[in-house]
């Protein structure tokens, strides 16, 4: 297993380098204790803040990909990775929308807000608005090539926490590429499953990815 990103907690020892590891960590709850050559002190390292990949589909002319075992009372945060999403039909958006019932049920009325903010030229554009998703990418074109690419952090639970932030990149139906920042609010509550689709016509091809991010 690779080990990343850890974080030093202790550090007590009389010198030299480390001699021996002792306990590495197979979760990202565990700790590795580095042991200096007199077995006196040392460092332990904790393995927070590690991404852990939880759940990951992959298009082919799908009408959704849904993520319905990712998000639990393990993580506070998720990170969703888009690569090369790519539309059947063009001109649409790629949104995303939630569950409280882990996917038996999907929310459709207009309780989502968007405030994005895109260019495809040198002129930014905002875009307020209620809307039946969260709009990741707006006005894809399905080129068979180039899709959506990019990153949103998610934040799923809490009384008014439940965000969806980040930056996507993807070619429009009637300019260059475009960048699109995102941040999305679910504004009834806390959810715990993910829907993503496009608004008319299936999804072609293109995975996404959902990470937990590893508490400390």
């Known amino acids: 297993m690779k080990i990343t990103n850890f974080d030093p907690v202790w550090v007590e020892t009389t010198g030299g380098a480390p001699a021996d ?6 979760a990202e709850t565990d700790t590795a204790l580095v042991l200096a050559p007199d077995g006196v002190g040392g460092v332990e390292f904790r393995a927070g803040g590690a991404l852990v990949l939880l759940e990951q589909h992959t298009a082919a002319n799908s009408a959704t990909l849904d993520f319905t075992t990712c998000i639990s009372s393990t993580y506070d945060e998720y990170i969703v990775e888009l690569i090369n999403v790519i539309p059947a039909t063009d001109g649409t958006a790629l949104g995303c929308r939630i569950s409280t019932n882990g996917g038996s049920s999907w929310e459709t009325g207009s309780n989502y807000y968007n405030n994005n903010l895109y260019a495809a030229t040198a002129t930014w554009v905002a875009v307020s608005a209620t809307a039946t998703y969260v709009q990741i990418a707006h006005n894809v074109i ?10 949103v952090r998610v934040y799923p639970s809490g009384s008014s926490q439940r ?3 980040g930056q996507v990149s993807y ?11 995102i941040n999305s609010d679910y504004e009834t509550g806390a959810f715990n499953a993910m829907r993503f689709l496009f608004s008319s016509g299936n999804i072609a091809s293109g995975t996404i990815r959902v990470y937990g991010i590893a508490k400390a």
């Open 21 to 26: 590891i002792l306990d590495i960590p197979t």
């Open 142 to 151: 399905d080129d068979g090539i180039l899709g959506v690419h990019g990153s």
């Open 163 to 165: 965000f969806f932030v």
């Open 171 to 181: 070619l429009p139906n009637n300019a260059g590429r475009v960048v699109n920042l």
